[in-house]
């Protein structure tokens, strides 16, 4: 059985949260002479304890060190060109909101790659009069479909009555509300009843 989940505030009864900061700073200890040892990084610890208000200094046998490794901090702190880079938990947040729009936006170009593909692999195999004959076939398709919505709309123009002409007025005005709320970014509630 598993230790329940910490809540992250403040120990109210102060012997535990005695016992509980000497037990957490030995532990902290302990990582960090795991990380100088098997890394080789300098590194020290400063700890304040309020109960007793004293300050104690992990690797106490090499003063110099902390020393040098304090000042060598505020050197790079105080350098303009931003040596010492601090990280906060906003920082983190920011990062992570960053690589996840990132990731949204690889998934929707995926998306949209698979749904309306820009290239079939046949076309690198025709040959250039393959190619001519398929544009004809493809530019002739276009005018034939633009043929017939001139056409459509010659009849419900002329003589399509008035039921034909109320019902090309109620389109367009559908069509057009459906195109304004697009640019608008939202898709229109009304847009399936529009036929096609």
Known sequence: MGRGKLKMEMIEEEKSRILTMKKRKK???KKLHQLTTLCDVPACMIFHDPTTNSTSVWLEEDPDQVRSLIEAYKAKKNDPSGGVREYLLSNFFDQRQRQAEEELEKLRK???EG???TWDDHLNFMDEAQLRE???T???KAENHNQQRRRERKHCGEG???SSKAAMADREALIGARSQS???GAKAPWSSA???
Do not use: K, S, Y
């Open 27 to 29: 532990g902290l200890i």
């Open 110 to 112: 995926n998306n949209v």
């Open 115 to 117: 749904m309306f593909p």
């Open 134 to 136: 398929l544009a004809a």
């Open 138 to 140: 493809v530019r002739g």
């Open 160 to 162: 399509g009555g008035a």
């Open 182 to 184: 697009r640019r608008n």
């Open 194 to 196: 529009i036929t096609h």
